[in-house]
Antibody, heavy 124, light 106 residues
Framework: EVLLVQSGAEMKKPGESLKISCEAS????????IGWVRQMPGKGLEWMAV????????RYSLSFEGQVTISADKSINTAYLQWSSLKASDSAMYYC?????????????????WGPGTLVTVSS | DIQMTQSPSSLSAFVGDRVTITCRAS??????LNWYQQKPGKAPKLLIY???ALQNAVPSRFRGSGSGTDYTLTITSLQPEDFATYYC????????FGQGTKVDIK
């Protein structure tokens, strides 16, 4: 069974750093991209970044490039998302999700398994 | 960036109704179009990928269609457990989500 287990809720002050995690199990971690999706309170879903744990190749949404860092440790099947200096506007739920490919008439990709989310609250 | 626009933003329907949600891309996404369902306090769940392929274990009342820039998610007979927010997502260039369509009980 594929499982993505995320770290617990965080309460931080503006300017603090943070690293949240997503531990994968039930599949070969190094063979699937894994990504992070933000959901601000009462709002929709925003893709942030993906990483291929096998070679640490990364892709960032233009909206989030330079704002966060995605990383992975394949020795412990865990992906991370980190901030060096949080802002109040970073308050949101953050989901990790596994990216899968389907090879049909094209190479379709989608997020097929999701973690339960990590709630990050940034407030002074 | 490719922009995704869903309509309507919300709708009210009865159990048993046929419901249609539309998603329009700002450029051709070549059927690289996925649909997700999200219930309050829960992570999104994949329903449809590649515009029309049903994800494993998703009921057949969910149907995806479309091509080019215009796509549709249809729920052929709305069930109580289908009241949720639905998002389209393009994976042609990066991964952009639509703003969501909330389906609630009439």
């Amino acid at each position: 069974e594929v499982l993505l287990v995320q770290s617990g809720a965080e309460m931080k002050k503006p300017g603090e750093s943070l690293k949240i995690s997503c531990e994968a199990s039930g599949y070969s971690f190094v063979h699937y991209w894994i990504g992070w999706v933000r959901q601000m309170p009462g709002k929709g879903l925003e893709w942030m970044a993906v990483i291929h744990p096998g070679d640490s190749d990364t892709r960032y949404s233009l909206s989030f490039e330079g704002q966060v860092t995605i990383s992975a440790d394949k020795s412990i099947n865990t992906a991370y998302l980190q901030w060096s200096s949080l802002k109040a506007s970073d308050s949101a739920m953050y989901y990790c999700a596994r990216r899968t490919y389907y090879y049909g008439s094209g190479t379709y990709s989608y997020f097929d398994f999701w973690g339960p989310g990590t709630l990050v609250t940034v407030s002074s | 960036d490719i922009q995704m626009t869903q309509s309507p933003s919300s709708l009210s329907a009865f159990v048993g109704d046929r419901v249609t949600i539309t998603c329009r891309a700002s450029q051709n996404v070549n059927s690289y179009l996925n649909w997700y369902q999200q219930k309050p306090g829960k992570a999104p769940k994949l329903l449809i990928y590649g515009a029309s392929a049903l994800q494993n274990a998703v009921p057949s009342r969910f149907r995806g269609s479309g091509s080019g820039t215009d796509y549709t998610l249809t729920i052929t007979s709305l069930q109580p457990e289908d009241f949720a927010t639905y998002y389209c997502q393009q994976s042609y260039s990066g991964w952009t989500f639509g703003q969501g369509t909330k389906v609630d009980i009439k």
